[in-house]
């Protein structure tokens, strides 16, 4: 054989290989593809089908009496959700009362004073700091339902508070505390270093540099993190479950119990069996979650553009 | 100036003192629980209160073994279920979603992590509950491990979805031209390439569903029956059926007696919220073990 010959055989023999290959290659590709494509339909099949069910048998009872009602109470189901709508409010006010200094404060001490122990002498201080962070880290892992636990055995009953707004608040303030200190260290971190060195050179004091500086150009992230918690204490139901009592009317004193509106969703639907105004209420709960959602993504996107206009 | 310097130091001390305080709060959780539950370590031993089968608090009888069942069966149906799905909808994603849909199904996403867990669960016993019941087997009520997998599913999907797209696009474009320069197709290069590198990301997602699918309560009381007997497979002849037995997990165990418990009962509950508590340490632990040993290739 001439070594032309050789090479335009060796030629069609790759030529076959690398076509038959890349055919079957394709084919898996192509199947694949499509497989990943059925995933995401799946998805928003499932987004569209729990949350257009759940408006369809709610939307019909939903009107300006049932906002403007109170539960009947008792197991009858009837009424609207005033009561709960107010709770909710007094619940968030409360949680946010307590968490916001303790999360920022906390943030702002583990930031800014607590990275510059990381080289200070001072072993007690390193030796903090690095207990405080694993504290804050594993605390963002525990289920919500342990703080309830924790909740319902200090302040319900060692404190005596009872089933009521205080204690409810209080262990609320627990679950969404670790949330806001790390919201608050992240959003300082991604303050430009340049900020603070220019504003002690100028003579400021660090809490001068912290106040005037550091927090204005961090707001905003802090700001998204204390909405986000917002919607998680609006969402939240099993730590309030066993710290709020669960009694329909609207809490009169700190210390009376009550419910949220997703606390009301589960005990309609699980003590009345009053599905259609469980659905009612969780269309309202779903409606503040997607506003709370929206103001998070505006909030953000401005972020971003004044990061990217100083950039 | 002197003013200032007084201002500074206070200020310093009050930061410290709210430091202190949430730092303090940490401790005092794992302390207060822990003692909470010594009662009951002490009335049964720790042995018998994880390897027994029997709940009747009244009577003394702690064992917790088929709610740790419960929880571990629920996640892991919730797994199976969920995370194809999730890492589909990522790859999707990250990878071939054209631009109009990934402005849909972006969203889609978000929207399905901002729903409360308890219209999950009312969503899962009026729909799930009585449309499980029409499976014909003796003993099926509806209320059943499977419907807490399919809601748990759900309710983890936006969770390991948005983690492992991150994951993801985190690869370097490098790895993504290299592989395609050397003539592998693009699916290729996504599970031989993109995945294998992504994997620490993508294993830290699925190790978050996995807790949130173990902490999960309200939706897990909702719609699991919350049956304090061990959960079996209601037709002897196919296991898969254990899926349809009613259960209770360990979240659900907390939730539904701590109001009216007293004594060793609430002490139980507390070795309930502790155990809890462990076996998601267990399971991070165990994650961050795979991905160090995933580093070492």
Known sequence: MTERAMTKENATVVERCATSNLKTRKTTQTLFFILLYLTGLITVVVLVYVIGYVVKIGAPELNLDFLTTNPRGGLSGEGGILSTIITSAYLVGMVLLWAVPFGIGAGIFLMEYAEDAQYSTNKWIQWMVKISHFGVETLAGVPSIIFGLFGYALFVTTLNMGFSLLAASLAGACLVLPTIIRTTEEAMRAVPRSYREASLALGATKWQTIYKVILPAAAPGIITGIILTIGRVIGETAVFYVTLGGSSGVPKTLLSGGRTMALHVFYLAMDTRAFEKAMATGVVLIISIITINLIVNIISNKLQNNLRGNG | ?297
């Open chain 2, 1 to 297: 100036m002197q003013i200032r310097r007084v201002v500074d130091r206070s200020m310093t001390y009050l930061l410290l003192f709210f430091a202190l305080v949430s730092i303090l709060i940490v401790f005092l959780i794992g302390i207060f629980t822990i003692r909470e539950s010594l009662e009951a370590w002490n009335e049964v031993g720790l042995l018998n209160f994880l390897i027994g089968t029997s709940w009747h608090p009244t009577q003394g009888e702690l064992g917790i073994l088929q709610m740790i069942i419960g929880s571990i069966l629920a996640t892991f149906g919730s797994l199976v279920l969920g995370v194809p799905l999730a890492f589909g909808c990522a790859i999707f994603l990250a990878e071939i979603a054209p631009q109009g849909i990934q402005r849909v199904l972006r969203p889609a996403i978000q929207l399905l992590a901002g729903i409360p867990s308890v219209v999950f669960g009312l969503f899962g016993l009026v729909v799930l509950v009585p449309a499980i019941r029409k499976i014909q087997i003796y003993g099926n009520s509806g209320f059943s491990i499977l419907a807490a997998s399919i809601v748990l599913a759900v309710m983890i999907l936006p969770t390991i979805a948005s983690i492992t797209e991150d994951a993801i696009r985190a690869v370097p474009r490098s790895y993504k031209e290299g592989s395609l320069a050397l003539g592998a197709t693009h699916w290729q290069t996504i599970v031989n390439v993109i995945l294998p590198a992504a994997r620490p990301g993508i294993v830290a997602a699925v190790i978050l569903g996995v807790g949130r699918a173990l902490g999960e309560t309200m939706a897990m009381i909702m719609v699991i029956g919350n049956s304090v007997a061990m959960p079996r497979a209601l037709d002897p002849a196919n296991p898969l059926t254990i899926f349809l037995s009613q259960a209770r997990t360990l979240t659900g165990n907390v939730a539904v007696e701590i109001s009216y418990a007293t004594g060793v009962h609430e002490s139980g509950l507390f070795a309930t919220g502790v155990v809890l508590f462990v076996l998601i340490m267990l399971v991070n632990s165990g994650a961050r073990a795979l991905i160090r040993a995933g580093g070492n290739h």
